[in-house]
């Protein structure tokens, strides 16, 4: 009676397992998150982290975080998508098999938007060619696309890209005493264009 009720209490504390709390996760880049938990246990042998896209299957982060971390990062996401992750502890049982916590609370977040090209300028520098510069802060790009337009007509390509290391390109054969309009938008691997940036605009002189 009272003492395989005492040996089950026993085995019971043997495999007590205590779940990683206060999991929050913010994204770093617009295709990476990093996460942060707490963890009070002084056993243990390692993390299992599960995240997916809102709504999509869960998968595992690898390779699993330390028993010593609380942190850890998901790189390779998409741009401006909402995540969900959580985290549980494992244990080894005697026989060397796994034990699991209950899996934490779940955390959400977004990865940043795609960086764009910004502050775009334009400026004449005589009857029939302009000035147009700009800035970029992401990487990974193929090629910038730029096009141009007048007043009489609709948007159109400045031929040969400009290249993903350039912030200036001088457009020529142009009409004296014409405003000219351009915008600029980087090509991502895979022909996978960005926002455009602001318009600017420039008056060729006469």
Do not use: C
Request: aromatic share 10%.
């Amino acid at each position: 009676g009272d003492s395989s009720n005492g040996l089950i209490g026993q085995f019971r504390t043997l495999d007590k397992t205590i779940a990683p709390t206060n999991l929050q996760a913010a994204a770093i880049s617009s295709t990476a998150l990093r996460l942060n938990w707490n963890f009070s246990d002084s056993g243990g042998h390692r993390f299992q982290v599960h995240w997916r896209e809102a709504g999509g299957s869960w998968r595992y982060l690898e390779p699993d975080p330390s028993i010593s971390q609380r942190s850890a990062d998901i790189s390779g996401l998409a741009f401006a998508k909402q995540y969900e992750v959580r985290i549980r502890s494992i244990y080894k049982n005697a026989d060397s098999t796994d034990r699991a916590s209950d899996w934490s609370n779940v955390a959400v977040a977004s990865t940043a938007a795609r960086p764009v090209a910004t502050n775009l300028g334009a400026t004449s520098i005589g009857p029939t060619s302009v000035s147009v510069s700009w800035q970029f802060a992401g990487s990974g790009i193929s090629r910038f696309q730029l096009q141009q337009r007048d007043l009489q007509n609709d948007w159109d390509w400045v031929r040969q890209d400009p290249a993903a290391n350039e912030r200036t390109r001088v457009v020529t054969g142009l009409q004296p005493g014409t405003e000219y309009k351009y915008r600029v938008r980087a090509i991502y691997p895979g022909e996978d264009p960005s926002d455009w940036t602001n318009v600017a605009s420039a008056t060729t002189a006469s």
